[in-house]
C-alpha cells in the first residue's frame, strides 16, 4: 500500500530564510509525486509534481523539489520565505493512471517577520 | 483558469440530518474525486467517479454516503444520516484523461452537532 510521510508537523521560519519540507514515500511501482499547498480558508493548489525525467523539478511560487529513489523522498525547498508562504503543504502519491492520491499528514509552514 | 467549484463553503447541520454537498468540476474533466479531511489529520480519499459510476471506494465511504451526477455539470456528495465523526473538509477533485494531475475545489467545512 502506498503512505506518504511528512516527519515535520510545523515549521517556523524567518522572512527571507530558506525553507525545506521533507516528504518520504512508500510506494511498490514507480511513483507520481505532488506537493499542494493549502492557505487559510483555501484549497488545495498544486505546487509541482514529479512524473519522471529530471529528479529536480520547479513549481509555482519559487518552490523546487528533489525526488531521490534511494532514499524514498521527494523535499520541498524553497530559497527565500516571504510571509504569504506560511500556509500548510501536503505531499502526495500517485501513480500513472491512478488518479486516488494518498496524503501525508501535512507540514504547517509559519513565517515570523 | 478554470476551477473546480464547491458549495456550501460552511455547513452546519444536527446528527442525523442529511447533507448535499455540491461540485462543479472543470468542465472537459471526466474522473471525479472526493476526498476528506478531519481537522489535524491527512487528508483522505473516499471516492472516484467515472462514467457515471464509482470506479472505487474507500471504507470510510460507507453505506450512508452516495455520489451523483445529477446533470452535465454537478457532481454531489450525500450523507444521508449525518455523525458527528462526519465533521470535516470534503474536497471535490477533478481530472481528465491522462493528465495525471488532480485539481481541487476549496471545499466545504461539514460541522456536525
Known amino acids: 500500500a502506498q503512505s506518504v510521510t511528512q516527519p515535520d508537523i510545523h515549521i517556523t521560519v524567518s522572512e527571507g530564510a530558506s525553507l525545506e519540507l521533507r516528504c518520504n514515500y512508500s510506494y511498490g511501482a514507480t511513483p507520481y509525486l505532488f506537493w499542494y499547498v493549502q492557505s487559510p480558508g483555501q484549497g488545495l493548489q498544486l505546487l509541482l509534481k514529479?512524473?519522471?525525467?529530471?529528479?529536480l523539478v520547479q513549481g509555482i511560487k519559487g518552490f523546487e523539489a528533489e525526488f531521490k529513489r534511494s532514499q524514498s523522498s521527494f523535499n520541498l525547498r524553497k530559497p527565500s520565505v516571504h510571509w504569504s508562504d506560511a500556509a500548510e503543504y501536503f505531499c502526495a502519491v500517485g501513480s500513472f493512471n491512478d488518479y486516488k492520491l494518498s496524503f501525508g499528514a501535512g507540514t504547517t509552514v509559519t513565517v515570523r517577520a | 483558469e478554470p476551477e473546480v467549484t464547491q458549495t456550501p463553503s460552511h455547513q452546519v447541520t444536527q446528527m442525523g440530518q442529511e447533507v448535499i454537498l455540491r461540485c462543479v468540476p472543470i468542465s472537459n474533466h471526466l474522473y471525479f474525486y472526493w476526498y476528506r479531511q478531519i481537522l489535524g489529520q491527512k487528508v483522505e480519499f473516499l471516492v472516484s467517479?467515472?462514467?457515471?459510476?464509482?470506479?472505487?471506494k474507500s471504507e470510510i465511504f460507507d453505506d450512508q454516503f452516495s455520489v451523483e451526477r445529477p446533470d452535465g455539470s454537478n457532481f454531489t456528495l450525500k450523507i444521508r444520516s449525518t455523525k458527528l465523526e462526519d465533521s470535516a473538509m470534503y474536497f471535490c477533485a477533478s481530472t481528465s484523461s491522462g493528465a495525471n494531475v488532480l485539481t481541487f475545489g476549496a471545499g466545504s467545512r461539514l460541522t456536525v452537532l
Open positions: 514529479y512524473f519522471s525525467g529530471d529528479t
Open positions: 467517479f467515472y462514467n457515471n459510476e464509482i470506479s472505487e
